[in-house]
C-alpha cells in the first residue's frame, strides 16, 4: 500500500510538471494566434457608418473597386510583391541547392564560403541594410557609376544607384535570401548515403549527373517542403521595404501596405483585415495545389 502511494504521488508531481510546462504555449497559441486571427476575420465584416460600427460587406467592395479603379495602388503593390516571390522561387531556390550542393563536396575554401553565406543571417537587419545602402546608396562607386554614364542627377529616385529601386531591393534580397534554407538543403544532403555517391563515382557518374539524378530525388521531400513554404508567403513576400524605402519609389507591396495603415493611428484596422483576408483566401487553394502536385510529382518519381 506504501509503495502505491507513493506510485500515486510520484504520477501526480508528473502530471502536474506536465501540464505546467504546456499551459504556456497552450495559452500563447489560444491569444496570441486564435483569437488575433479570429478576431482578424471579424474586423474584416464591420466598419463604420455614422459614428457606429455595423456588420457588412463595405470593405471588401471598397477594395474591389480601388483595386480595378483607373489609379490603384494595389496593382503596383500585387506586382512588387509578385516579384519578390518570384525571386524566391526561381532565382534563391535554384542558387540555394547549387551552393548546399557545393558546400557538401567541399570545394576549396568551402568554409569561407560557407561564413560568407551564412553571414547576412548573422548581422542584424538593420545593420546589413546600412551597410548595403552605403555601397549602392547616393555618392557611391555604384551609384556613380550608374548615374554619371548617362548625365542623371542624384535625386530622391536615385538614392539607391539605379533606375530602379526594386532592382536594388531584389538585389539584396538574393544576396540575404539564403539562410535557413540553406541549412535545411545542406542538412538533407549530409543525410545522403556515402555508399550511394562512391558507388556513382566507380561507375564514372559526374558531378551534373550526381546532382541531377542522384542528389536532387534524394533530397526532393526538403526540397518541395520549401517550395510549398514559398508559396504560403506568396502574397506576403516582401524584401525589407521597410528599412529601404517605406514603400516609397514605387516598392510598396501588400504586407508593407497593411503594416503601414495598421501602425498609422489614423489608418483604417478593418479595411486591412478585409485586404489581408482576400488575399489569404486567393492563396489558399493555390497553395493546396502546389502540395498536391509536389506530392504527386514526388510519388511519380518514386515509382
Not at 564514372?204 to 526540397?223: C, D, F, K, Y
Not at 518541395?224 to 514559398?230: A, G, K, P
Not at 506530392?295 to 518519381?301: F, G, I, P, R, S
Request: one cysteine or more.
Amino acid at each position: 500500500m506504501e509503495e502505491v502511494g507513493k506510485k500515486k504521488k510520484h504520477d501526480w508531481k508528473r502530471t502536474a510538471f506536465i501540464v505546467g510546462m504546456c499551459i504556456v504555449p497552450i495559452l500563447h497559441f489560444l491569444v496570441f494566434y486564435l483569437y488575433v486571427n479570429f478576431d482578424s476575420v471579424m474586423m474584416a465584416f464591420r466598419y463604420l457608418e455614422d459614428g457606429e460600427l455595423v456588420w457588412g460587406m463595405k470593405n471588401f467592395k471598397v477594395f474591389f473597386q480601388e483595386f480595378v479603379g483607373p489609379v490603384s495602388e494595389f496593382r503596383p503593390a500585387l506586382k512588387n510583391t509578385i516579384i519578390f516571390f518570384c525571386t524566391s522561387l526561381f532565382v534563391v531556390m535554384p542558387l540555394t541547392l547549387m551552393i548546399a550542393y557545393f558546400l557538401y563536396k567541399k570545394i576549396a575554401g568551402y568554409k569561407f564560403y560557407r561564413v560568407m553565406f551564412f553571414l547576412p543571417n548573422i548581422l542584424s537587419a538593420v545593420v546589413m541594410t546600412i551597410v548595403y545602402a552605403r555601397l549602392v546608396g547616393r555618392g557611391s562607386p555604384i551609384a556613380n557609376m550608374f548615374d554619371a554614364p548617362a548625365g542623371l542627377l542624384a535625386t530622391d529616385r536615385y538614392w539607391l544607384g539605379m533606375s530602379y529601386p526594386m532592382l536594388a531591393i531584389v538585389v539584396y534580397t538574393i544576396w540575404t535570401g539564403f539562410g535557413t534554407n540553406l541549412i535545411l538543403m545542406s542538412g538533407a544532403m549530409n543525410r545522403i548515403p556515402e555508399e550511394v555517391l562512391e558507388a556513382a563515382r566507380l561507375d564514372g557518374v559526374g558531378m551534373v549527373r550526381e546532382l541531377v539524378q542522384i542528389i536532387l530525388p534524394m533530397v526532393w521531400p526538403t526540397l518541395t517542403t520549401l517550395i510549398v513554404f514559398t508559396f504560403v508567403g506568396i502574397f506576403t513576400a516582401s524584401g525589407p521595404i521597410l528599412l529601404f524605402t517605406k514603400g516609397q519609389y514605387d516598392t510598396l507591396t501588400i504586407s508593407y501596405w497593411i503594416l503601414s495603415v495598421v501602425m498609422n493611428p489614423a489608418g483604417d484596422v478593418r479595411y486591412a483585415s478585409a485586404v489581408g483576408l482576400v488575399f489569404t483566401i486567393v492563396a489558399l487553394p493555390i497553395v493546396l495545389f502546389v502540395k498536391w502536385g509536389m506530392e504527386k510529382l514526388q510519388a511519380a518519381t518514386e515509382y
